[in-house]
């Protein structure tokens, strides 16, 4: 299986911050890349997929990066509705796995 | 609006069986895989499998294969992921989500609300 790895596993930040989350794959998975928000109680949302496509609906603050092997997921101003939990998601190869998840927190 | 809509909240004692489903609605059915993920209580997410609802075609992650079984009714559209023998591990958040594919990437989207499967004696 292809392992993901995000980092920072957790991260606080102010509101206004500009905050970038890195996803690294134990592989080259070429741009089968996507990201997901996740707030507390509710079920993941796709935020950006191949990579660097904003799914529509999604604020253009939000913005992806990469290929290969390492990617980023950069919030450009954050706003208070963006403290959650986000997960990078490899569907290079099956089995797809998810990135362990970043915990992004109110400073 | 393409939806999926799972089956409510299940509680259940270990050796028990236990199927839950996903209904799927506005968009045909049969295009495009759906796909199961598990999130235990304040855990991540992980991917268990996916099926094909036009021919039934179904894949499995070695770490979920042999412990559940996927399957698909089409004529009603609905996915099922199911249990034989549940244990208390097997206690977590269930998710069902239509996979859609391009030329560059495949990826999971919408999700269904999610079952919440807890296995307690």
């Known amino acids: 299986d292809i392992q993901m790895t995000q980092s920072p596993s957790s991260l606080s930040a102010s509101v206004g911050d500009r905050v970038t989350i890195t996803c690294r794959a134990s592989?080259?998975?070429?741009?089968?890349l996507n990201w997901y928000q996740q707030k507390p109680g509710k079920a993941p949302k796709l935020l950006i997929y191949?990579?660097?496509s904003l799914q529509s609906g999604v604020p253009s603050r939000f913005s992806g990066s990469g290929s290969g092997t390492d990617f980023t997921l950069t919030i450009s101003s954050l706003q208070p509705e963006d403290f959650a939990t986000y997960y990078c998601?490899?569907?290079?190869?099956?089995?797809?796995?998810f990135g362990q998840g970043t915990r992004l927190e109110i400073k | 609006e393409v939806q999926l809509v799972q089956s409510g909240a299940e509680v259940k004692k270990p050796g028990e069986s236990l199927k839950i489903s996903c209904k799927g609605s506005g968009y045909s059915f049969t295009s495009y895989w759906i796909g199961w993920v598990r999130q235990m209580p304040g855990k991540g997410l992980e991917w268990m499998g996916i099926i094909y609802p036009g021919d039934s075609d179904t894949r499995y992650s070695p770490s979920f294969q042999g412990q559940v079984t996927i399957s698909a009714d089409k004529s009603i559209s609905t996915a099922y992921l199911q249990w034989s023998s549940l244990k208390a591990s097997d206690t977590a958040m269930y998710y069902c989500?239509?996979?859609?594919?391009?030329?560059?990437?495949?990826?999971?989207?919408?999700w269904g609300q999610g079952t919440l499967v807890t296995v307690s004696s």
């Open positions: 989500a239509r996979r859609y594919c391009s030329s560059t990437s495949c990826w999971f989207d919408p």
């Open positions: 998601q490899q569907s290079y190869s099956t089995p797809s796995t």
């Open positions: 592989q080259s998975i070429s741009s089968y």
């Open positions: 191949a990579a660097s």
